[in-house]
């Protein structure tokens, strides 16, 4: 069974930073791609980033030059270090992992709980 399990999310002001964290455990042999998505009340989930196992990194626009992914490939767990945050920021942020338990399967896609994030003065 695997399990990501999330953390670090709050209520910050406009301008603040909060770090998310995502820790994958549980019979993984490897994780491949990692990311972050985001849902606000009423709307559908949307990309945040994501991070390949080799480090590369995609971001959506919105959040560009604010938010930084990354990830400990040792520890199995994904970042999200989120600066000069606004209140369109507000929402509950997903990690997601596409994990590999054996050399020759292919991979599945797992999400974490969630956690949430709330910007507001």
């Known amino acids: 069974q695997v399990q990501l399990v999330e953390s670090g999310g709050g209520l910050v002001q406009p301008g603040g930073s909060l770090r998310l964290s995502c820790a994958g455990s549980?019979?993984?042999?490897?994780?491949?791609?990692m990311g972050w998505y985001r849902q606000a009340p009423g709307k559908q989930r949307d990309l945040v980033a994501t991070i390949t196992s080799g480090g590369s990194t995609n971001y959506a626009d919105s959040v560009k030059g604010r938010f930084t992914i990354s990830r400990d490939n040792a520890k199995n767990t994904v970042y999200l270090q989120m600066n000069s945050l606004e209140p369109e920021d507000t929402a509950i942020y997903y990690c997601n992992a596409q994990i590999r338990f054996s050399w020759s399967t292919p991979t599945s896609g797992y999400w974490g709980q969630g956690t949430q994030v709330t910007v507001s003065s």
């Open positions: 549980g019979s993984i042999f490897s994780i491949l791609g």
